[in-house]
Antibody, heavy 125, light 108 residues
Framework: EVQLVESGGGLVQPGGSLRLSCAAS????????MSWVRQAPGKGLEWVAN????????YYVDSVKGRFIISRDNTMNSLYLHMNSLRAEDTAVYYC??????????????????WGQGTTVTVSS | EIVLTQSPGTLSLSPGERATLSCWAS???????LAWYQQKPGQAPRLLIY???SRATGIPDRFSGSGSGTDFTLTISRLEPEDFAVYYC?????????FGQGTKVEIK
């Protein structure tokens, strides 16, 4: 079964740090770009970061640049999100997601086709 | 940054009815690089459509997507009880990737 399982969420004080993990199984993890997406309580979805298959390319939403680092360990089939200088506005459920790439009429299209169940991060004093 | 605006915010319909959800982009979305997701309460999102009109694996054919440029539409031809949920559009044609604010489809 294709599966993603997040862990590492919890309550942290403003300015603190946290590392989220996402364990992948049931597919060849090293074949796919991966994403982190978050959802603040009662709000919509916000893309956070992407990482290429070999970790050589990383992209972030502006609000987390310089504070969050996405990384992966293909030998461990794991994705990570290192979160530093946390703020109250980072409070959210964090999902990891697999990015699937499909070629349509010669153009690459993407979708996040497998998601974890999410891990909750609460930033509060 | 491409801002996606979804309309309406809430759609109240009965099972069997047709649902039409709109997503407008603040600038043209490169090569129709737009996806649609469904999210039910307490669950992770589910990919429905990519490339504006291609259904993801296992998605019923009552779901269809259309559009290009700045105007996109998700249509559910006949609502089933399990289709009542929140739907998000998302563009991946420009950085950063962005989502719309969502449309809730509720039972009338």
């Amino acid at each position: 079964e294709v599966q993603l399982v997040e862990s590492g969420g919890g309550l942290v004080q403003p300015g603190g740090s946290l590392r989220l993990s996402c364990a992948a199984s049931g597919f060849t993890f090293s074949n796919n770009w991966m994403s982190w997406v978050r959802q603040a309580p009662g709000k919509g979805l916000e893309w956070v970061a992407n990482i290429k298959q070999d970790g050589s390319e990383k992209y972030y939403v502006d609000s987390v640049k310089g504070r969050f680092i996405i990384s992966r360990d293909n030998t461990m089939n794991s994705l990570y999100l290192h979160m530093n200088s946390l703020r109250a506005e980072d409070t959210a459920v964090y999902y990891c997601a697999r990015i699937v790439a499909v070629t349509v009429s010669g153009l690459a299209h993407y979708g996040m086709d497998v998601w974890g169940q999410g891990t909750t991060v609460t930033v509060s004093s | 940054e491409i801002v996606l605006t979804q309309s309406p915010g809430t759609l109240s319909l009965s099972p069997g009815e047709r649902a039409t959800l709109s997503c407008w982009a603040s600038q043209s979305v490169y090569s129709s690089s737009l996806a649609w997701y469904q999210q039910k309460p307490g669950q992770a999102p589910r990919l429905l459509i990519y490339g504006a009109s291609s259904r993801a694996t296992g998605i019923p054919d009552r779901f269809s997507g259309s559009g290009s440029g700045t105007d996109f539409t998700l249509t559910i031809s006949r609502l089933e009880p399990e289709d009542f949920a929140v739907y998000y559009c998302q563009q991946y044609g420009g950085s950063p990737w962005t989502f719309g604010q969502g449309t809730k489809v509720e039972i009338k």
